[in-house]
């Protein structure tokens, strides 16, 4: 599932495009993807007018210009594609053939640019993983989907002071604990791995082991860490594995750069540890990390 860093990059591919725009009108192709539409979707969004593009951990924000709000979501396999009238807006040499099929076009949005282009943004979605849903005007903090989210990780007010007080006296393993969307919102298995091993912090770890921001290095480095991590893995554009793919069709690089994540049997990257990378299973998930380094 295409995490944090994946959804702030399609964010930032689709605002170009979407901020300012008129939606013209919406093509719903089915009445659902994971769950059914919102009743009259598309008759809601055409005519409006999008005020800006936002996300909110895995949620990509459209605000209107009614105050109400379009929530988007990529599940496993959904992603954007961006198509003018003179073709299909795919910059870049390195493509990925994945979300091409037309069967699994199944909403397309017409819009009037700012700049009075004609555009077409299409959502692709061959597992149907993803949906879609529309917040009414001030309703969005109350909104099912959002109002029970943790903190935002890449928000000014995430610190080691602040981790450590929302895992004080958990039991729960420290990998569990980061991904328990109720506490830290946006985080997936991929950069939590990577998060915990430049911290030398053990995924298996009580999570309340982590001390007090002030009296231990603990949990300043591992907020370092998760921010360091998802700042760079955003850089670079998200991560490909598997079915993630950039608005404009290219891969996202930072897989190239992973140091535990699908590196088994590998020697850790940390300069003098030696180490190797092994794979356990939390949860039903795959943990990597360095037994050696990560305590």
């Known amino acids: 599932m295409p995490e944090l860093p994946e959804v702030e990059t399609v964010r930032r591919g689709l605002a170009p ?34 005020e800006v593009l936002g996300r909110r951990a895995k949620y990509l924000l459209a605000t209107l210009d009614d105050d109400a709000t379009l929530i988007c979501h990529l599940g496993m396999s959904g992603s954007f594609r961006i198509e003018a009238d003179e073709g299909e807006f795919r910059p870049g040499g390195f ?15 017409h819009l ?22 529309i917040a009414a005007p001030g309703a969005l903090d109350t909104h099912p989907l ?3 989210l943790g903190a935002e990780p890449t928000g000014n007010a995430f610190n080691g002071e602040l981790l450590a007080e929302m895992f004080r006296n958990k039991a729960a ?7 328990d969307q109720r506490l830290v919102a946006g985080l997936g298995n991929i950069y939590v791995c990577e998060a915990l091993w430049r911290a030398g ?10 001390s007090p921001a002030g009296t231990s290095l603990d949990a300043d480095c591992l907020a370092e860490s998760i921010r360091t991590v998802l700042g760079e893995a955003i850089a670079a554009g ?29 020697i850790c990257a940390k300069p003098g540890c030696g180490g190797t990378i092994v794979r356990v299973v939390q949860s039903g998930r795959s943990t990597f990390l360095c037994p050696r380094c990560q305590k």
Do not use: W
């Open 17 to 50: 495009v979407l901020e300012g725009a008129c939606i013209a009108r919406v093509e719903a192709r089915r009445p659902d993807l994971r769950f059914p539409l919102p009743q009259n979707f598309a008759e809601r969004l055409s005519g409006r007018r999008v």
């Open 95 to 109: 493509h990925h053939e994945r979300g091409k099929a037309a069967a699994h076009d199944h909403i397309v949005f």
């Open 112 to 133: 009037d640019t700012a700049s009075g282009a004609c555009a077409r943004i299409i959502y692709n979605d061959p597992r149907r993983f993803g949906f879609m849903d």
């Open 146 to 148: 959002l109002e029970h």
């Open 173 to 179: 393993p420290l990998k569990a604990a980061l991904l």
């Open 201 to 210: 912090l053990s995924p298996l770890r009580e999570a309340g082991s982590l």
């Open 238 to 266: 998200g991560s490909s594995l598997r079915d993630h793919i950039r608005t404009d069709g290219t891969l996202g690089y930072f897989q190239h750069s992973f140091a535990v994540y699908g590196r088994e049997g590998k």
